[in-house]
């Protein structure tokens, strides 16, 4: 779906905490997902991705699961670190004639407090 | 390795004047580049898809006269806002991608300031 939001979702938590970010999806002809993390006037880092032929994936202290029948994809940050605070946004594929285009949800704030 | 770069990182420029930005990917060789704009507290925007040696596709409700794109190799992409006003300021990110990968590494974005 679109992607434009004039408010963002916060989340903050402690350090040390694990974090869970959300974010629905409206296509169900994405077949691609992909999490990023960006900081304050800095580009997009990617973080984790995963196809849809998968529900979950790990990586070095994020998780990535993908729930196909309510079109929702979750971010989950193990031991969150205040150098973790920032702007995620998780991103979309449609694939076929979109092949390689990216539709961005809204984003969500992550603030971690020491 | 997938190292993307943009200059200037930021300009501020006066109304009715055109900026160029540009986009290069140091290590690789991008078939495909892309062009988006963040405005404040907001989500990345697509603006258009850049293939090297052919014309750009520009999404919905974005000028193509406006915004130029010039793909010109496989290293290198440009965007030039054209008569440039106060609200074309915004962050400009690109993106590159190699064939046949989903993944796309982004620049570190233009802070575009139009007085």
């Known amino acids: 779906g679109e992607s434009v939001g004039l408010h963002l979702p916060t989340l903050s938590v402690q350090e040390g905490d694990n974090s869970i970010i959300n974010c629905a999806y409206s296509?169900?002809?994405?077949?691609?997902f992909i999490w990023y993390k960006q900081e304050s006037g800095k580009g997009p880092q990617f973080i984790i991705d995963?196809?849809?032929?998968?529900d979950k994936r790990q990586g070095q202290r994020v998780t990535v699961l993908l729930n196909k029948t309510v079109k929702h994809l979750s971010l989950q940050i193990a031991a969150t670190q205040p150098g973790d605070s920032a702007v995620y946004f998780c991103?979309?594929?449609?694939?076929?004639?979109?092949?390689?285009?990216?539709?961005f949800g809204q984003g969500t704030i992550l603030t971690v407090h020491p | 390795g997938a190292v993307v770069s943009q200059h200037p990182s930021w300009v501020i420029c006066k109304s009715g004047t055109s900026v160029k930005i540009e986009c290069r990917s140091l290590?690789?060789?991008?078939?495909?580049m892309f062009w988006y704009r963040q405005f404040p507290k907001q989500s990345l925007m697509l603006m258009a898809t850049s293939n090297e040696g052919s014309k750009a596709t520009y999404e919905q409700g974005v000028e193509k006269d406006k915004f130029l794109i010039n793909h010109a190799s496989l290293t290198l992409s440009t965007l030039t806002v054209t008569s440039a006003h106060p609200e074309d300021s915004s962050f400009y990110i690109c993106?590159?991608?190699?064939?046949?990968?989903?993944?796309?590494?982004f620049g570190p974005g233009t802070r575009l300031t139009v007085t």
């Open positions: 290590d690789f060789q991008a078939t495909t």
């Open positions: 995963i196809r849809s032929n998968m």
């Open positions: 296509n169900s002809a994405s077949d691609y």
């Open positions: 991103a979309e594929n449609a694939g076929g004639t979109s092949y390689g285009k990216l539709t």
């Open positions: 993106s590159a991608k190699k064939s046949p990968s989903y993944e796309q590494y």
